[in-house]
């Protein structure tokens, strides 16, 4: 597997000590604004944020897990942890905001997000098999193979590069709306910038990991190939 191939781990280095920088980042962040409290719960600040914008009709739910948040664009529904739905501390009212802001990208027609919606399948699908088909191209020397597995990998990379301006955008959305409906004030919004940067940089770290992989299955079949 190319985890154990000494040319890949070098290869993809510099990815990789980025997301253990963003890592520690986001730990350290979360730890300090968990530390600090807010005048709303991480719930009650995204009803809050989507009901100032005329989405009433979306719904807020408690789900389950550790860092689960997520905004469900097919059934306009905002799903909170536990940690960020009733906690009242600036980590979980930034959180929420963020989620919050992909809800009002979805209301406000945003191009990235509409694009990285429509490719999900694909790029779910290709994350997984594209590495078992191009395994097995270089295994056994198919050109068709390997193909096929770069075009499932490139959706996947396609997904992580779009995703990228989709989650710095929902960030940068949920700043402003945090100030501008009083939920968070100035001063305290720098605890808030630090959870929502330190995140950006794990997107970051994974959109150049999937990269790197991806430059690297062809620089092997282009080596092979030249045997």
């Given at each position: 597997m190319?985890?154990?191939?000494?040319?890949?781990?070098?290869?993809?280095?510099?990815?990789?000590?980025?997301?253990l920088w963003?890592?520690?980042?986001v730990k350290s962040?979360?730890?300090a604004?968990?530390?600090?409290g807010?005048p709303?719960?991480?719930?009650?600040?995204?009803?809050?944020i989507l009901?100032?914008?005329?989405l009433?009709s979306v719904?807020i739910?408690?789900v389950?897990?550790f860092?689960?948040d997520h905004y469900?664009p097919?059934r306009?529904?905002?799903r909170?942890?536990p940690?960020?739905f009733?906690?009242r501390?600036?980590?979980?009212v930034?959180i929420a905001?963020h989620?919050s802001g992909?809800a009002?990208?979805?209301a406000h027609g945003?191009?990235?997000l509409?694009?990285?919606?429509?490719?999900?399948?694909?790029?779910s699908?290709?994350?997984?098999?594209?590495?078992?088909?191009l395994?097995?191209?270089l295994?056994?020397h198919?050109l068709?193979?390997f193909?096929?597995?770069?075009?499932?990998?490139?959706?996947?990379?396609?997904?992580?590069v779009v995703?990228l301006?989709?989650?710095?955008?929902a960030?940068?959305?949920?700043k402003?709306?945090?100030?501008?409906?009083?939920?968070?004030?100035?001063?305290s919004?720098v605890?808030v910038n630090h959870v929502?940067?330190?995140?950006a940089w794990?997107y970051v770290a994974a959109t150049?990991?999937s990269?790197?992989?991806?430059l690297?299955?062809?620089?092997?079949?282009?080596?092979n190939s030249?045997?």
């Amino acid at each position: 597997m190319m985890w154990l191939d000494p040319r890949y781990l070098l290869w993809i280095a510099p990815a990789f000590l980025l997301a253990l920088w963003a890592q520690m980042r986001v730990k350290s962040a979360y730890a300090a604004a968990q530390q600090v409290g807010a005048p709303l719960s991480g719930a009650a600040a995204a009803r809050r944020i989507l009901d100032s914008a005329g989405l009433e009709s979306v719904e807020i739910e408690e789900v389950a897990g550790f860092m689960t948040d997520h905004y469900d664009p097919r059934r306009k529904v905002l799903r909170l942890s536990p940690e960020v739905f009733r906690s009242r501390s600036l980590a979980a009212v930034g959180i929420a905001a963020h989620e919050s802001g992909h809800a009002l990208q979805d209301a406000h027609g945003y191009a990235p997000l509409a694009i990285r919606n429509a490719v999900v399948p694909v790029a779910s699908f290709g994350s997984g098999a594209a590495i078992w088909i191009l395994f097995l191209g270089l295994l056994i020397h198919s050109l068709g193979l390997f193909w096929i597995g770069i075009g499932l990998f490139s959706a996947f990379v396609f997904f992580q590069v779009v995703n990228l301006p989709v989650e710095f955008d929902a960030s940068a959305r949920a700043k402003v709306q945090l100030v501008h409906l009083g939920i968070v004030d100035p001063q305290s919004m720098v605890y808030v910038n630090h959870v929502l940067d330190a995140a950006a940089w794990t997107y970051v770290a994974a959109t150049l990991q999937s990269v790197l992989t991806l430059l690297y299955f062809v620089m092997r079949f282009s080596g092979n190939s030249r045997r």
